[in-house]
């Protein structure tokens, strides 16, 4: 008797459509990814307002300072003194004199001492933050030769209850 | 002549390694999905302080004109007064914040200077919440009409510090 070999059948799925899925996922997820507020810590509760629009050109450098309160998942404060969140850390705000010199002495030999002055701090504070220590980082920062400040507020309405 | 078939699998079908790609797609995949981070976008406001000295004004140049806006603070930090220079405009936050983007567009409508030539002086107290000086600061920089922002005045500053007593 004659038996007739014949060879073993791969059942093979289409994967190009999963292939182009999978490509248009990555694609949305990397636009919508923003890589620029890297810098912003997401313990500080902004105020919103209407006019805080983003900037059409986006500043070439500039140093970002979180004030805010350590909470508690529901929001309350677990200590009434506000810090300012260098790297994950908490950081009186009246201490933070010598690392704001610091950071201006690193940029005047990165970038020069005329590009140095031309930095903008940037003051992400927490709505409940007194602007009394606002101020004193502003204070801090002049004595620390940064002569650019801006303050950062939220996109919104700027209706009462909307932080 | 005779030419010789090189393969014997029917078409020469060549068959690309796709798991190895998939295994790195799926990996970005993963990457991407665990970075994204929400965030409503945001938007800040220049301002200025004067250091502690005062040097003298340059008679050369004609001196901004100076409008005050005084912020008083209750205990709590919550706000008690709203002061455009000197009269007092209430404190039914937020409704005061548009009594004193009103004044700053009559100012600033009025013709006796241009945006420019005005500057602010906004003087809070020590321990008034940052979430009052943002709309003092907003209700003095402009108002927006559709999506578009009518701009009154772009000189904002702080006035020197008040540390409270004791």
Same mark, same amino acid.
């Given at each position: 008797m004659k038996i007739k070999h014949s060879k073993p059948q791969i059942a093979e799925a289409d994967m190009t459509p999963m292939i182009d899925m999978t490509f248009q996922l990555i694609a949305f997820f990397m636009i919508v990814t923003n890589f620029e507020q890297t810098q912003a810590d997401e313990r500080i509760k902004l105020p919103t307002d209407r006019l805080a629009r983003p900037p059409l050109q986006a500043r070439e450098n500039e140093v970002v300072l979180n004030i805010g309160f350590e909470r508690n998942a529901d929001g309350t404060k677990k200590d009434p003194n506000a810090y300012v969140y260098y790297g994950g850390q908490p950081i009186p705000v009246l201490q933070y004199g010598p690392r704001l010199k610091r950071e201006f002495e690193i940029s005047k030999r990165m970038y020069g001492e005329e590009k140095a002055r031309d930095i903008t701090v940037v003051?992400?504070?927490?709505?409940d933050t007194p602007t009394g220590l606002v101020q004193e980082l502003i204070k801090m920062g002049q004595e620390a030769e940064f002569t650019k400040f801006a303050l950062k507020a939220k996109s919104g309405t700027g209706e009462p209850g909307e932080e | 002549m005779k030419f010789r078939k090189h393969s014997d699998d029917g078409g020469g079908k060549v068959e690309v390694q796709m798991a190895s790609m998939i295994d790195v797609v799926f990996q970005l995949l993963i990457f991407f999905m665990l970075t994204l981070k929400i965030l409503a976008p945001e938007g800040d406001f220049n301002i200025n302080m004067p250091l502690g000295a005062i040097g003298t004004p340059d008679p050369t140049?004609?001196?901004p +004109?100076?409008?005050?806006v005084s912020l008083a603070a209750n205990e709590d930090g919550s706000l008690n007064q709203v002061f455009f220079g000197g009269r007092g405009l209430g404190n039914d936050f937020p409704a005061c914040f548009e009594r004193l983007n009103f004044?700053?567009?009559?100012?600033a409508g009025s013709g006796q200077a241009t945006g420019e030539d005005i500057e602010v002086e906004i003087k809070p107290d020590y321990n008034l919440h940052y979430r009052y000086i943002v709309r003092a600061i907003s209700a003095c920089r402009g108002r927006m009409e559709g999506?578009? +922002?009518i701009t009154y005045i772009e000189k904002i500053k702080f006035a020197p510090i008040e540390r409270p007593a004791g």
């Amino acid at each position: 008797m004659k038996i007739k070999h014949s060879k073993p059948q791969i059942a093979e799925a289409d994967m190009t459509p999963m292939i182009d899925m999978t490509f248009q996922l990555i694609a949305f997820f990397m636009i919508v990814t923003n890589f620029e507020q890297t810098q912003a810590d997401e313990r500080i509760k902004l105020p919103t307002d209407r006019l805080a629009r983003p900037p059409l050109q986006a500043r070439e450098n500039e140093v970002v300072l979180n004030i805010g309160f350590e909470r508690n998942a529901d929001g309350t404060k677990k200590d009434p003194n506000a810090y300012v969140y260098y790297g994950g850390q908490p950081i009186p705000v009246l201490q933070y004199g010598p690392r704001l010199k610091r950071e201006f002495e690193i940029s005047k030999r990165m970038y020069g001492e005329e590009k140095a002055r031309d930095i903008t701090v940037v003051i992400r504070a927490d709505s409940d933050t007194p602007t009394g220590l606002v101020q004193e980082l502003i204070k801090m920062g002049q004595e620390a030769e940064f002569t650019k400040f801006a303050l950062k507020a939220k996109s919104g309405t700027g209706e009462p209850g909307e932080e | 002549m005779k030419f010789r078939k090189h393969s014997d699998d029917g078409g020469g079908k060549v068959e690309v390694q796709m798991a190895s790609m998939i295994d790195v797609v799926f990996q970005l995949l993963i990457f991407f999905m665990l970075t994204l981070k929400i965030l409503a976008p945001e938007g800040d406001f220049n301002i200025n302080m004067p250091l502690g000295a005062i040097g003298t004004p340059d008679p050369t140049q004609t001196p901004p +004109m100076d409008l005050k806006v005084s912020l008083a603070a209750n205990e709590d930090g919550s706000l008690n007064q709203v002061f455009f220079g000197g009269r007092g405009l209430g404190n039914d936050f937020p409704a005061c914040f548009e009594r004193l983007n009103f004044e700053i567009a009559q100012i600033a409508g009025s013709g006796q200077a241009t945006g420019e030539d005005i500057e602010v002086e906004i003087k809070p107290d020590y321990n008034l919440h940052y979430r009052y000086i943002v709309r003092a600061i907003s209700a003095c920089r402009g108002r927006m009409e559709g999506k578009k +922002m009518i701009t009154y005045i772009e000189k904002i500053k702080f006035a020197p510090i008040e540390r409270p007593a004791g």
